[in-house]
């Protein structure tokens, strides 16, 4: 168990949340103006851009596949997302996470309509409190659909983990740092497949049956999130075409 207390004898975690809790969130797609495609998130105090370019003529050119698109994705955390100056420099951390969310977003993307071209994926985190590669990996997948680009379905992601010897939904960075587990996972809910299963820490294998169907269920939530994100943004830009 951790040094520090992380859930009182009220049930009640660091942030005042409960158990199956997620953190406040907030999604806005279409952020950016030069980007083909664009999505903000904030999730308790992560905020989170990802930015979609594409699909553009590969480069460099060997890199080309003569039958489909292929994905590149950066990671990257801003210098000023973190308690103290980060290097700019992308880190093993951050190279690790940029495979692992393309990875996870491979699978929706229709690459084979897009032969020999890229699609570029940028998620930058402006600031960063636990569970960064998942809200990555929601607005990424936010901003491939903004883009237009056609997609299998949409990619949502969520961890849920150990703290104080209980299940918890969306670790902040407290919980993930004292904590005794963390597994973040994302679901396309319409292939009704996972694209990520990870685990940091030690549990159970019932603990971790339940972690995972606990992170579904906050990627289920999430989902209804990014749909509502999605039309909202759609039904601004109809107001705008009808005002003109
Ligand atoms: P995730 O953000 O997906 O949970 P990790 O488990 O690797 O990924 O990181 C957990 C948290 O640790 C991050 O969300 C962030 O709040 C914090 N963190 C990561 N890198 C740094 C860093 N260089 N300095 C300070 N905090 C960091």
């Known amino acids: 168990m951790g040094k520090t207390r992380l859930i009182d004898e009220n049930g009640l975690r660091s942030d005042g949340r409960r158990a199956d809790e997620l953190r406040p969130i907030k999604i806005e797609v279409g952020t950016l103006e030069n980007a083909n495609g664009s999505a903000y998130i904030e999730q308790g105090k992560c905020k989170i851009l990802a930015a979609v370019y594409g699909p553009h003529e590969a480069h460099p050119r060997h890199l080309t596949q003569p039958d489909r698109a292929i994905l590149r994705c950066r990671y990257h955390m801003a210098p000023f997302s973190v308690p103290e100056r980060k290097s700019p420099a992308p880190s093993r951390r951050e190279i690790e996470l940029s495979k692992v969310i393309r990875e996870s977003l491979e699978p929706v993307v229709m690459t084979e ?24 990996l929601t ?34 960075d407290l919980e ?7 597994c973040p996972i994302a679901f396309i809910p319409q292939l009704n497949v996972f694209s990520l299963l990870q ?14 169907n606990l992170a579904l269920e906050g990627c289920r939530r999430i989902y209804e999130m990014q749909i509502e994100a999605i039309k909202k943004k759609y039904r601004e830009a109809k107001a705008e075409d009808n005002n003109q």
């Open 113 to 136: 309509l897009f032969p020999r071209t890229m699609i570029d994926i940028f998620i930058e985190v402006l600031q960063a409190d636990g569970g960064t590669r998942c809200v990555g």
């Open 176 to 182: 993930d740092k004292e904590g005794e587990a963390d």
């Open 139 to 172: 607005a990424a997948s936010l901003a491939l659909a903004d883009a237009g680009i056609p997609l299998r379905g949409l990619v949502c992601a969520c961890a849920a983990g150990k703290v104080d010897g209980q299940i918890v939904l969306d670790l902040n």
């Open 199 to 212: 685990m940091d820490g030690l549990m159970l294998a019932e603990e971790y049956e339940k972690a995972v």
